[in-house]
């Protein structure tokens, strides 16, 4: 058992993507304060590529719920 498993009781898988999830989300929020920032500073290319960057934690955390919800017993 590992340290991870062992405090929380949880699979090593569930906790891995139960983490990912978390810190997508976490830099979402981030990156909307860089989006902001850049808008308010009129740098068009920033906003632009800070939005990819939101958009991919999007996609991650998506990918991560739907695998973390297929592997959670019901």
Same mark, same amino acid.
């Given at each position: ?18 983490? %990912?999830?978390?810190?997508?989300? $976490?830099? &979402? +929020?981030?990156?909307? =304060? ?18 990819? %960057?939101?958009?991919?934690?999007? $996609?991650? &955390? +998506?990918?991560?719920? =739907? ?8």
């Amino acid at each position: 058992m590992t340290t991870a498993e062992h405090v929380t009781s949880m699979r090593d898988e569930h906790y891995n993507l139960t983490s %990912v999830l978390y810190h997508t989300l $976490q830099e &979402a +929020e981030t990156v909307q =304060r860089y989006i902001d920032d850049a808008s308010a500073a009129g740098d068009t290319e920033a906003v632009e590529f800070f939005r990819d %960057v939101q958009e991919t934690d999007r $996609q991650r &955390a +998506e990918r991560a719920k =739907r695998l973390l919800g297929s592997r959670l017993p019901t």
